[in-house]
Structure formats: structure tokens, C-alpha cells
């Protein structure tokens, strides 16, 4: 995916007058944009595919987005914003099918894994509660026990790294 084929595709999009198909070369820019660390077209892009997603209910575009944002937030460290954003992105990829639920799960697994790997396990155990929390009271817009079930192990593994790393600082400072 580059950006200039990103720009063909809605250039086409726009001619045809395919909203959806608009709506998704807008996404692909914001990702493009922000791979490159280009965040002024990145939000420029956002705000334009936001608007057309939102308003004509594309759900899998919103959850790209949702993703993108919560990644930005992540770089910058913003924990509460980049857990806000994964959930919030998880909500529209219930909205618009399984396998856009999957993928979002595996990208916050992949986070999950980089926040334990790096000494942030505290920060892990943060997100996987969030999680929880915003399954239990219904922020999926449905009870997801294999949402639940799959967070709950997260969060037991993000504990046990807590006690380990506590552990390791314990016999450092004796």
C-alpha cells in the first residue's frame, strides 16, 4: 500500500462516486501517513475519513481508524487515550464482523506483548482491566464471553510478569 496508490484509488473512488470505496482509501492515507510520521496529512486524512465513516456507518472503517489513533496515542505514550482508542475500535469491529474483531485483537495482543517485553507490565495489567471493564458494561454492545475469556488470560500473564519484575527489584535492592 503506497500513498500514491492510496491517492489513485480515491481520486477513482471520488469519480465514481463510491463512498465506501472513498471512505477506505481516506483510512489507507491515515495509516500511510501515519507510517511515515507524516502527521499533519495524518490528521487531515483522519478528519475526512472520520466524517464519511461515521456518517455513513461504515464500522470496519471506523475500527481502522479507532486503531490508527490508539497506535499514535501508543508511540506517544498516552496510555489512557491509546486504551480508549483499542477499545473503542473493538466496538466497531463488532459492529462489522468477526474477522475485524480478530484483527484488532491480535494488534492489541501484539502491544500486549511489547508492553511486557519492554518492563511495562503494570501498564499491561492497566489495559487488559480496561478491556474487561468496557466488555462487562456492555461497551461491545453485546456480551463477548471469548472476548472476556481471551483478556482474562492477558491479564493473569501481565499480573504474573508484575510479581516477577517485583521479584527481580526485591533481590536487587538486598
Not at 507524516?38 to 475526512?48: F, G, H, K, T
Not at 480478530?102 to 503494570?122: K, S
Not at 491479564?155 to 536487587?172: F, S, T
Amino acid at each position: 500500500m503506497t500513498r500514491v496508490g492510496a491517492e489513485a484509488r480515491l481520486a477513482a473512488a471520488r469519480a465514481a462516486g463510491d463512498a465506501y470505496a472513498e471512505a477506505r482509501a481516506l483510512t489507507d492515507l491515515v495509516i500511510i501517513a501515519h507510517r511515515q510520521r507524516d502527521l499533519p496529512s495524518m490528521v487531515a486524512y483522519a478528519e475526512r475519513a472520520w466524517e464519511l465513516a461515521e456518517s455513513k456507518c461504515y464500522h470496519d472503517q471506523l475500527a481502522r481508524l479507532a486503531v490508527a489513533f490508539a497506535d499514535v496515542a501508543y508511540l506517544g505514550q498516552d496510555y489512557p487515550r491509546c486504551y480508549d482508542h483499542y477499545a473503542n475500535a473493538c466496538a466497531y469491529a463488532v459492529m462489522a464482523g468477526s474477522a475485524e474483531l480478530r484483527a484488532i485483537i491480535a494488534r492489541i495482543d501484539e502491544v500486549l506483548a511489547e508492553l511486557l517485553a519492554t518492563g511495562r507490565a503494570a501498564i499491561a495489567t492497566a489495559f487488559c482491566e480496561l478491556l474487561l471493564s468496557y466488555e462487562a458494561d456492555g461497551g461491545l454492545g453485546r456480551a463477548d464471553p471469548t472476548f472476556a475469556k481471551h483478556f482474562r488470560a492477558r491479564l493473569r500473564q501481565a499480573k504474573e510478569q508484575v510479581k516477577a519484575d517485583l521479584a527481580r527489584v526485591a533481590v536487587h535492592l538486598n
